[in-house]
């Protein structure tokens, strides 16, 4: 019997980097999943890389009629489930001086209240024993200029899972929290970078990261899935999977 045979899953956040290789390793256990993303584009290229197992819908988690229709196609086609990681988010870097209502607007309606949303609507259907993983960021502690506002946006969702942790307690679920730092995924965790905006990014990251380079998608990937069925004794927790950046190690 393969590891996940028989389980099901829901990835927000799932049709390119880390969701897409939680989605992956699940694919490859035998359990079928189902996929949301925002971009036509990636919408259709996981469809076409994931295969027949993976149900992927474009879904925006900004978007309350999305949500909601997201929770009528897990009804219909799941019933019940296993597994959600939250992994939906955006980031966009900006000195606080420069953050308008609209880009705060944007990077809470996604990072925060979809996330909420999103979990309170899955969580009916999560059977007992079953759990939910979100995906927070080294940036949700301490501070750093121009993530003022993504880092509290992270920051709330490590609230959230304490507070869904103890309201679905009773129901057996576990609900954890993991934290990557920087991850090699095709934008950097980053809207709107140039080339060369993407690439200093990448070269400030091997440099600050105490193991000296970037997490591959597949490591935050066996973080979650460790997290979501193999830590049996573990809820409201944090996990991070940052190379030891968020840890304030002294490495010389």
């Not at 149900?55 to 597994?83: N, P």
């Not at 955006?90 to 990072?111: P, W």
């Not at 259907?125 to 080294?138: P, Q």
Request: no cysteine; charged share 20%.
């Amino acid at each position: 019997m393969s590891t996940y045979e028989g389980k099901k899953a829901v990835i927000t956040g799932g049709t390119h980097g880390m969701g897409m290789a939680v989605a992956k390793s699940l694919l490859a256990g035998g359990a079928e999943v189902i996929v949301t993303g925002r971009n036509p584009k990636n919408v259709e290229d996981a469809r076409e890389e994931l295969g027949a197992k993976a149900h992927v819908i474009q879904s925006d988690a900004s978007l309350m009629a999305d949500i909601d229709a997201l929770r009528a196609y897990v009804a219909e086609r799941f019933g019940q489930i296993d597994f959600v990681h939250i992994n939906a988010g955006i980031a966009l870097l900006e000195a606080f001086t420069e953050v308008t209502e609209s880009s705060y607007d944007k990077t809470f309606d996604v990072n925060t209240k979809g996330a909420f949303f999103t979990v309170q609507r899955l969580a009916p259907f999560i059977r007992e024993g079953g759990s939910i993983i979100l995906t927070s960021s080294v940036a949700d502690e301490g501070g750093n200029p121009g993530m003022s506002v993504y880092g509290a946006s992270k920051a709330a969702l490590r609230s959230f899972a304490s507070g869904f942790a103890a309201e679905l307690l009773p129901r057996g679920i576990r609900v954890n929290v993991v934290s990557p730092g920087f991850i090699t995924t095709p934008t950097m965790g980053v809207a709107g970078f140039s080339d060369s905006e993407r690439a200093a990014f990448e070269k400030l990251g091997d440099q600050i990261t105490p193991m000296k380079r970037h997490g591959s998608p597949e490591e935050v990937a066996k973080a979650v899935l460790f997290l979501a069925f193999e830590a049996t004794f573990t809820t409201g927790a944090k996990l991070s999977v940052d190379g030891g950046l968020g840890q304030g190690l002294n490495v010389q």
